[in-house]
């Protein structure tokens, strides 16, 4: 999958600090693992086909 678009978003110190904590626990970057969970809550609210995003 390309990735040629991007969004900027504001978050509190707080929620951004348990982000990198999840995505360093999942070894992963925070854009890697903010990816991953916006694809697994568009499929399961049927906005994106499972397994689509390939």
Same mark, same amino acid.
């Given at each position: 999958?390309?990735?040629?678009? &991007? @969004?900027? @978003?504001?978050? &509190?110190?707080?929620?951004?600090? =348990?982000?990198? !904590?999840?995505?360093?626990?999942?070894?992963?970057? +925070? &854009? =890697?693992?903010?990816? +991953?969970? +916006?694809? =697994?809550?568009?499929?399961?609210?049927?906005?994106?086909? !499972?397994?689509?995003?390939?």
């Amino acid at each position: 999958m390309v990735r040629d678009a &991007s @969004i900027g @978003i504001r978050l &509190s110190e707080e929620v951004k600090a =348990a982000l990198d !904590k999840a995505a360093r626990a999942d070894r992963r970057t +925070i &854009s =890697a693992y903010v990816e +991953i969970l +916006i694809v =697994a809550d568009l499929e399961a609210k049927g906005f994106l086909p !499972k397994g689509g995003t390939e």
